[in-house]
Protein backbone atom coordinates (compact mmCIF):
# COMPACT_ATOMS: atom_id res chain seq x y z
CA UNK A 1 0.00 0.00 0.00
CA UNK A 2 1.59 3.55 -0.85
CA UNK A 3 0.43 6.34 1.50
CA UNK A 4 -0.77 9.70 -0.26
CA UNK A 5 -0.34 13.09 1.06
CA UNK A 6 -1.72 16.03 -1.15
CA UNK A 7 -2.32 19.71 -1.30
CA UNK A 8 -6.08 20.57 -0.70
CA UNK A 9 -5.82 23.70 -2.57
CA UNK A 10 -5.65 26.48 0.25
CA UNK A 11 -2.33 27.70 -1.37
CA UNK A 12 -4.83 28.12 -4.94
CA UNK A 13 -7.34 29.69 -3.07
CA UNK A 14 -5.25 32.67 -1.49
CA UNK A 15 -3.28 33.09 -4.80
CA UNK A 16 -6.70 33.69 -6.89
CA UNK A 17 -7.53 36.38 -3.62
CA UNK A 18 -4.79 38.12 -4.86
CA UNK A 19 -5.21 38.49 -8.42
CA UNK A 20 -8.96 40.47 -6.72
CA UNK A 21 -6.87 43.20 -4.85
CA UNK A 22 -6.97 46.32 -6.62
CA UNK A 23 -3.11 47.33 -6.41
CA UNK A 24 -1.22 49.28 -8.68
CA UNK A 25 1.73 47.98 -10.44
CA UNK A 26 3.96 50.76 -9.61
CA UNK A 27 3.31 49.47 -5.21
CA UNK A 28 2.33 45.99 -5.92
CA UNK A 29 5.14 43.54 -4.03
CA UNK A 30 6.71 41.04 -6.42
CA UNK A 31 4.93 38.29 -6.21
CA UNK A 32 7.42 34.66 -6.36
CA UNK A 33 5.89 31.45 -6.62
CA UNK A 34 8.53 29.01 -5.78
CA UNK A 35 9.55 25.52 -5.22
CA UNK A 36 9.86 24.35 -1.31
CA UNK A 37 13.83 23.74 -1.50
CA UNK A 38 14.04 27.35 -2.32
CA UNK A 39 12.46 28.23 0.95
CA UNK A 40 15.48 28.91 3.37
CA UNK A 41 17.58 30.56 0.83
CA UNK A 42 14.81 32.63 -0.95
CA UNK A 43 13.72 33.92 2.57
CA UNK A 44 17.12 35.61 2.96
CA UNK A 45 17.38 36.83 -0.74
CA UNK A 46 13.99 38.20 -0.44
CA UNK A 47 14.41 40.12 2.52
CA UNK A 48 18.29 41.28 1.30
CA UNK A 49 16.20 43.13 -2.13
CA UNK A 50 13.68 44.66 0.15
CA UNK A 51 16.46 46.03 1.89
CA UNK A 52 18.50 47.33 -0.86
CA UNK A 53 15.51 48.48 -3.12
CA UNK A 54 12.69 48.99 -1.01
CA UNK A 55 10.72 46.93 -3.69
CA UNK A 56 8.30 44.35 -0.79
CA UNK A 57 8.57 40.38 -2.09
CA UNK A 58 6.06 38.08 -1.25
CA UNK A 59 7.05 34.44 -1.25
CA UNK A 60 4.77 31.61 -1.60
CA UNK A 61 5.93 27.90 -1.77
CA UNK A 62 4.75 24.80 -2.89
CA UNK A 63 5.86 21.60 -5.07
CA UNK A 64 6.76 23.15 -8.57
CA UNK A 65 3.75 21.12 -9.82
CA UNK A 66 1.67 22.81 -7.61
CA UNK A 67 2.73 25.96 -8.57
CA UNK A 68 2.49 25.39 -12.14
CA UNK A 69 -1.32 24.37 -11.72
CA UNK A 70 -2.11 27.48 -9.85
CA UNK A 71 -0.43 29.76 -12.74
CA UNK A 72 -2.68 27.68 -14.97
CA UNK A 73 -5.73 28.03 -12.73
CA UNK A 74 -4.89 32.12 -13.18
CA UNK A 75 -3.15 32.56 -9.64
CA UNK A 76 -1.37 35.82 -10.55
CA UNK A 77 2.09 35.36 -9.52
CA UNK A 78 5.48 37.83 -11.14
CA UNK A 79 8.18 35.11 -11.25
CA UNK A 80 7.81 31.28 -11.07
CA UNK A 81 11.02 29.32 -10.11
CA UNK A 82 10.63 25.83 -10.49
CA UNK A 83 12.58 22.76 -9.36
CA UNK A 84 12.53 20.85 -12.40
CA UNK A 85 12.47 21.83 -16.26
CA UNK A 86 9.20 19.94 -16.94
CA UNK A 87 6.81 22.18 -14.91
CA UNK A 88 8.78 25.06 -16.26
CA UNK A 89 8.26 23.67 -20.07
CA UNK A 90 4.31 23.16 -18.60
CA UNK A 91 3.39 26.93 -18.42
CA UNK A 92 5.54 27.74 -20.83
CA UNK A 93 3.70 25.63 -23.42
CA UNK A 94 0.65 27.37 -22.32
CA UNK A 95 2.02 31.10 -22.68
CA UNK A 96 1.80 31.46 -19.23
CA UNK A 97 6.07 32.57 -19.15
CA UNK A 98 7.86 35.01 -20.87
CA UNK A 99 10.16 32.76 -22.42
CA UNK A 100 13.04 35.17 -22.87
CA UNK A 101 13.29 36.01 -19.73
CA UNK A 102 13.61 31.75 -18.41
CA UNK A 103 16.82 31.03 -17.11
CA UNK A 104 18.17 27.37 -15.68
CA UNK A 105 19.91 29.75 -12.46
CA UNK A 106 20.72 26.24 -10.07
CA UNK A 107 21.41 23.34 -9.58
CA UNK A 108 21.31 20.47 -6.81
CA UNK A 109 22.27 17.13 -5.73
CA UNK A 110 20.10 13.92 -4.57
CA UNK A 111 20.59 12.74 -0.99
CA UNK A 112 19.04 9.41 1.00
CA UNK A 113 18.68 10.36 4.56
CA UNK A 114 18.27 9.17 7.47
CA UNK A 115 16.66 10.25 11.37
CA UNK A 116 19.77 11.86 12.84
CA UNK A 117 19.69 9.20 15.65
CA UNK A 118 19.45 6.58 13.17
CA UNK A 119 21.84 3.85 13.10
CA UNK A 120 21.31 2.86 9.47
CA UNK A 121 24.35 2.99 7.30
CA UNK A 122 23.73 1.56 3.38
CA UNK A 123 26.20 2.70 0.47
CA UNK A 124 24.76 3.28 -2.86
CA UNK A 125 25.21 1.23 -5.56
CA UNK A 126 24.04 -0.80 -7.89
CA UNK A 127 21.06 -3.37 -6.82
CA UNK A 128 22.21 -2.23 -3.02
CA UNK A 129 19.57 -3.04 -0.10
CA UNK A 130 17.47 -0.26 0.08
CA UNK A 131 14.42 -2.44 1.13
CA UNK A 132 16.48 -4.18 3.64
CA UNK A 133 17.71 -0.84 4.82
CA UNK A 134 14.01 0.29 5.40
CA UNK A 135 13.34 -2.90 7.79
CA UNK A 136 9.08 -2.60 8.30
CA UNK A 137 9.12 1.28 7.02
CA UNK A 138 8.27 3.59 4.39
CA UNK A 139 10.63 5.46 2.18
CA UNK A 140 9.88 8.95 2.16
CA UNK A 141 9.88 11.45 -0.60
CA UNK A 142 7.77 13.63 -3.17
CA UNK A 143 4.94 11.85 -4.69
CA UNK A 144 7.08 10.55 -7.97
CA UNK A 145 4.10 11.06 -10.35
CA UNK A 146 4.01 14.87 -9.87
CA UNK A 147 7.01 16.39 -7.41
CA UNK A 148 9.89 16.70 -8.72
CA UNK A 149 12.39 15.20 -5.99
CA UNK A 150 10.37 11.82 -6.36
CA UNK A 151 10.37 12.10 -10.06
CA UNK A 152 14.25 12.17 -9.37
CA UNK A 153 14.41 9.68 -6.70
CA UNK A 154 12.64 7.45 -9.48
CA UNK A 155 14.96 7.64 -12.16
CA UNK A 156 17.47 7.12 -9.98
CA UNK A 157 16.58 4.25 -8.61
CA UNK A 158 15.29 2.92 -11.79
CA UNK A 159 18.54 2.85 -12.88
CA UNK A 160 19.97 1.51 -9.64
CA UNK A 161 18.32 -1.61 -10.39
CA UNK A 162 15.53 -1.11 -7.13
CA UNK A 163 12.91 0.87 -7.68
CA UNK A 164 10.83 -2.50 -8.12
CA UNK A 165 11.87 -3.39 -4.49
CA UNK A 166 10.30 0.09 -2.75
CA UNK A 167 7.77 1.15 -5.63
CA UNK A 168 4.79 0.22 -2.99
CA UNK A 169 6.74 1.11 0.02
CA UNK A 170 6.91 4.66 -0.45
CA UNK A 171 5.16 7.64 1.71
CA UNK A 172 4.06 10.07 -1.53
CA UNK A 173 4.87 14.01 0.10
CA UNK A 174 3.28 16.66 -1.34
CA UNK A 175 6.46 18.58 -1.55
CA UNK A 176 10.25 18.15 -0.83
CA UNK A 177 9.90 19.90 2.92
CA UNK A 178 7.06 17.09 3.95
CA UNK A 179 9.37 14.30 3.08
CA UNK A 180 11.70 15.50 4.85
CA UNK A 181 9.64 16.14 7.92
CA UNK A 182 8.79 12.50 8.15
CA UNK A 183 12.33 11.21 8.41
CA UNK A 184 13.39 14.29 10.78
CA UNK A 185 10.05 13.12 12.88
CA UNK A 186 11.23 9.26 12.79
CA UNK A 187 7.90 8.48 10.89
CA UNK A 188 10.54 7.20 7.79
CA UNK A 189 13.53 5.79 8.54
CA UNK A 190 14.94 7.10 4.96
CA UNK A 191 14.18 9.42 2.64
CA UNK A 192 15.16 10.89 -0.80
CA UNK A 193 15.62 14.61 -0.83
CA UNK A 194 17.87 17.17 -2.12
CA UNK A 195 20.93 18.31 -0.80
CA UNK A 196 20.43 21.56 0.36
CA UNK A 197 17.24 20.57 2.12
CA UNK A 198 18.98 17.73 4.67
CA UNK A 199 21.52 20.46 5.53
CA UNK A 200 18.68 23.12 6.90
CA UNK A 201 17.18 20.26 9.25
CA UNK A 202 19.46 19.05 11.95
CA UNK A 203 16.35 16.55 12.45
CA UNK A 204 18.49 14.06 9.77
CA UNK A 205 21.31 13.25 8.96
CA UNK A 206 23.39 12.42 4.91
CA UNK A 207 23.25 8.77 4.74
CA UNK A 208 24.73 8.87 0.98
CA UNK A 209 24.10 11.17 -2.42
CA UNK A 210 23.32 9.51 -5.81
CA UNK A 211 25.43 9.82 -8.27
CA UNK A 212 24.57 12.23 -10.71
CA UNK A 213 24.78 9.79 -13.07
CA UNK A 214 21.50 7.79 -11.76
CA UNK A 215 19.19 10.57 -12.33
CA UNK A 216 18.67 13.86 -14.45
CA UNK A 217 20.59 16.65 -13.80
CA UNK A 218 18.65 18.16 -10.95
CA UNK A 219 17.87 22.22 -12.42
CA UNK A 220 16.31 24.81 -11.43
CA UNK A 221 14.84 27.52 -14.22
CA UNK A 222 13.28 30.56 -13.08
CA UNK A 223 10.96 33.29 -15.04
CA UNK A 224 8.98 36.01 -15.50
CA UNK A 225 5.46 35.14 -16.08
CA UNK A 226 3.05 36.58 -19.23
CA UNK A 227 1.21 38.69 -16.57
CA UNK A 228 4.30 39.95 -14.55
CA UNK A 229 4.48 43.43 -13.41
CA UNK A 230 7.61 45.09 -14.59
CA UNK A 231 8.97 45.07 -10.72
CA UNK A 232 9.98 41.36 -12.06
CA UNK A 233 12.44 42.37 -14.06
CA UNK A 234 15.09 44.05 -11.65
CA UNK A 235 14.11 41.28 -9.00
CA UNK A 236 15.13 38.62 -11.67
CA UNK A 237 18.16 40.50 -12.71
CA UNK A 238 18.78 40.77 -8.76
CA UNK A 239 18.63 36.64 -8.66
CA UNK A 240 21.74 36.88 -10.79
CA UNK A 241 23.93 39.04 -8.73
CA UNK A 242 26.66 38.49 -6.81
CA UNK A 243 24.87 38.88 -3.67
CA UNK A 244 21.84 36.66 -4.58
CA UNK A 245 24.73 33.71 -6.06
CA UNK A 246 26.56 34.36 -2.71
CA UNK A 247 23.80 33.30 -1.05
CA UNK A 248 22.71 30.25 -3.45
CA UNK A 249 26.25 28.89 -2.43
CA UNK A 250 25.98 28.94 1.20
CA UNK A 251 22.72 27.11 1.53
CA UNK A 252 24.59 24.72 -0.52
CA UNK A 253 23.32 25.08 -4.12
CA UNK A 254 25.17 24.74 -6.98
CA UNK A 255 24.69 28.11 -9.23
CA UNK A 256 24.53 27.79 -13.25
CA UNK A 257 27.03 29.19 -15.02
Excluded: C
Aim: no cysteine.
Amino acid sequence: MTYTRRTIGSGLFAALFLTALPVHAADAPVLVFAASSLTDVLNEIGAAYTRETGREVKLSYAASSVLAKQIEAGARADIFFSADTDWMDYVGARNLIDTATRRDLLGNRLVLVAPQDSKIEVKIAPNFPLAKALGRGRLSTGDPDSVPVGKYARGALTSLGVWNDVADRLIRAENVRSALSFVARGEAPLGIVYETDARVDKGVRVVDVFPQTTHLPIIYPVAATATAHAAATPFLKYLQSDGARASFKKFGFAVRP
